[in-house]
T-cell receptor, first 119, second 113 residues
């Protein structure tokens, strides 16, 4: 069972460009979460999605950031008009359906991260 | 608002020592607590998950305890090895907020040969 797959692993963008980060959850997982880790800071929750729905976006910056998890395909975190302060590691995580009786039903699995550098 | 604090921020020990990492949280209404390991430039590896109804979990040389009422968890590492060097993150999953995790700042552990 492949883990949570993120790509690209490393992305360099010039100020003002767009960054698109992709996340394929583990097989059978229908919940996706995005976190951001700024340099010298801890991981901060950004957004929680289920297929075609945004459940909690309380950690998303109000402007330039958006996320989606379509019925088919990976989840996408999109950052428009990037600025230097967006340089960070962006982690995706997935979990199975909540309330699962499986032993691992409550564990959240993280991808390897996408490192965005804005120059 | 839930806040998670980890102490110490950094720790350096000689190989073979037993050590304890501390995590505290401000709101006891949690669903579970999870300890992760993060190597430089890498993702997170889940080490142990403790449900809110549990007191501890063990895996190999690792033991994690949870005292929900006092808002504390500890990660005990026995007989530390250089390969244990990494950043250890504590994360709380609050009740009724989906699967969202609140992370501490982490403890950077260095085990010297």
């Amino acid at each position: 069972n492949a883990g949570v797959m993120q790509n690209p692993r490393h992305l360099v963008r010039r100020r003002g460009q767009e960054a698109r980060l992709r996340c394929s959850p583990m097989k059978g997982h229908s919940h996706v979460y995005w976190y951001r880790q700024l340099p010298e800071e801890g991981l901060k929750f950004m957004v929680y999605l289920q297929k075609e729905n945004i459940i909690d976006e309380s950690g998303m910056p109000k402007e330039r950031f958006s996320a989606e998890f379509p019925k088919e395909g990976p989840s996408i975190l999109r950052i428009q008009q990037v600025v230097r302060g967006d340089s960070a590691a962006y982690f995706c995580a997935s979990s199975p359906v909540q309330g699962s009786s499986q032993r691992s039903g409550n564990t959240i699995y993280f991808g390897e991260g996408s490192w965005l550098t804005v120059v | 608002k839930q806040e998670v604090t980890q102490i110490p921020a950094a720790l350096s020990v000689p190989e073979g020592e037993n050590l304890v990492l501390n995590c505290s949280f401000t709101d006891s209404a949690i669903y579970n607590l999870q300890w992760f390991r993060q190597d430089p430039g890498k993702g997170l590896t889940s080490l142990l998950l403790i449900q809110s109804s549990q007191r501890e979990q063990t895996s190999g040389r690792l033991n994690a305890s949870l005292d929900k009422s006092s808002g504390r968890s500890t990660l005990y590492i026995a007989a530390s090895q250089p390969g244990d060097s990494a950043t250890y993150l504590c994360a709380v999953r609050p009740d009724n907020q989906g699967g969202k995790l609140i992370f501490g700042q982490g403890t950077e552990l260095s085990v010297k040969p």
